[in-house]
């Protein structure tokens, strides 16, 4: 974002113009009142204006931008000498003191309050001094001396208040600068976690189709293939297989349509937990497998649905490994309400393992929901003796 600088041609800017005038005015009301006639003094006097004009713009704009306190004093030095010869060459004609008012102004642009009250009295000094150098008169400075104070103070307030108000728009622009800056970076964070929003509620559909309509056409697809086997052999059974598969595809249309009720509420009422595990174990029983569930303590009531949502995913999705990898002829579930603040689902099968234990999607899902709860997860493989997943969720009952 573009900023502008509006306190720079205000003060320093406009010091260089007044200081000019200043100047200019000075020259011009002593050479019409002033009784110096020689030629030689009226350009001595031009060459001193000229020089003191062009130390106070460039002298002033360099040392402006310097660091050195040495240098500063140096230019506030030959400030008082310029100004106080041409105070004395001119005879203090007219409105020449008012030549030394522009330093005050200088001195509390670059300088400390203590400097700057310190370049004020050097002022005063040089006024009385250059007075007195052509006059020899104390009646003389005493006369000039009240409007030259007063103009003293007015200059140094004043240049004080602009310094005040510069400095506070500084701040300011500072301020804003800031904030546009905070503005563009919540933005950015805005479109991160919208970004973050739907990458999340993708992987959340994700794991809804796999885990629940994936499991049941696993299962239905195992009970068809039994059908085509029975059928000829035992065709009241395969019949039996049959109808079970029919039985599951209506289950299936109703696991759909409460996962699309869960991603729009993201709620979902379900019954005991215990009893749809059950379920989903007198499915899975065959001739070939054995599946065993069982619950340890006594059943408590959870508050969050998502908890019984993803126990009962990651039950589901344990028995589908098993028929569809593991070759296992035994498959124990087991849900524990023991444990005082957590509840933990173990599955264990007897099957041949696995070489690696990275996990397709339905692993991924189960170790993404459980982290979304704050719970643990970990996996037993050994390879040619079974896996076991065991799931640890805290609890507030």
């Not at 010091?15 to 000075?26: C, E, G, N, P």
């Not at 310097?66 to 500063?72: H, R, T």
């Not at 642009?109 to 203590?114: A, H, I, Y």
């Amino acid at each position: 974002m573009k900023t502008n600088k509006p306190s720079e041609f205000s003060i320093y800017t406009g010091t260089d113009l007044a200081f000019a005038l200043v100047v200019f005015i000075s020259l011009f009301s002593a050479f019409s009142t002033s009784p110096v006639s020689s030629i030689f003094l009226i350009i001595l006097i031009i060459f001193l204006s000229m020089a003191y004009l062009s130390i106070g713009i460039y002298g002033f704009s360099y040392i402006r931008k310097s660091k050195s306190q040495g240098l500063k004093l140096v230019y506030f030095f030959l400030l008082y000498l310029l100004g106080g010869l041409i105070i004395y060459f001119g005879r203090g004609a007219s409105f020449s003191s008012l030549l030394l008012l522009p330093i005050i102004a200088h001195a509390v642009m670059v300088l400390d309050s203590d400097w700057a009250l310190s370049v004020n009295f050097g002022v005063l000094i040089t006024y009385g001094i250059s007075v007195w150098s052509y006059s020899h008169n104390i009646q003389e400075i005493w006369r000039g001396l009240p409007i030259f104070f007063v103009g003293q103070v007015f200059i140094y307030i004043f240049a004080q208040m602009a310094i005040t108000e510069q400095k506070a728009r500084e701040r300011l622009q500072v301020l804003a600068d800031e904030l546009s800056e905070a503005n563009r970076q919540l933005s950015e964070y805005a479109e991160q976690v919208h970004k973050l929003a739907i990458v999340q509620e993708r992987n959340r559909f994700a794991r809804e189709i796999h885990d629940g309509l994936g499991h049941y056409l696993t299962t239905i697809n195992m009970q068809l293939n039994a059908a085509a086997v029975l059928a000829l052999k035992d065709p009241k059974k395969a019949v039996y297989m049959l109808e079970n598969a029919q039985k599951m595809t209506a289950e299936a249309l109703v696991d759909v349509r409460n996962s699309v009720f869960a991603l729009r509420k993201d709620n979902i009422e379900l019954e005991e937990l215990p009893q749809r595990i059950q379920k989903l174990v007198d499915d899975q029983q065959s001739a070939d497998r054995k599946v065993n569930f069982t619950v340890t303590g006594v059943p408590i009531q959870i508050n969050d649905p998502q908890i019984n949502l993803t126990l009962y995913r990651a039950a589901q999705e344990t028995l589908s490994n098993a028929h569809k990898y593991s070759q296992a002829t035994r498959v124990n579930l087991d849900l524990d309400y023991s444990s005082s603040g957590y509840i933990q689902f173990t599955a264990q099968d007897n099957g041949v393992g696995a070489e690696t234990i990275d996990g397709g999607f339905g692993l991924i899902g189960i170790k993404e929901r459980v982290r979304l709860l704050n719970g643990e997860v970990t996996i037993d493989n050994q390879p040619g003796q079974g896996f076991i997943v065991k799931i640890r969720i805290p609890v507030v009952s």
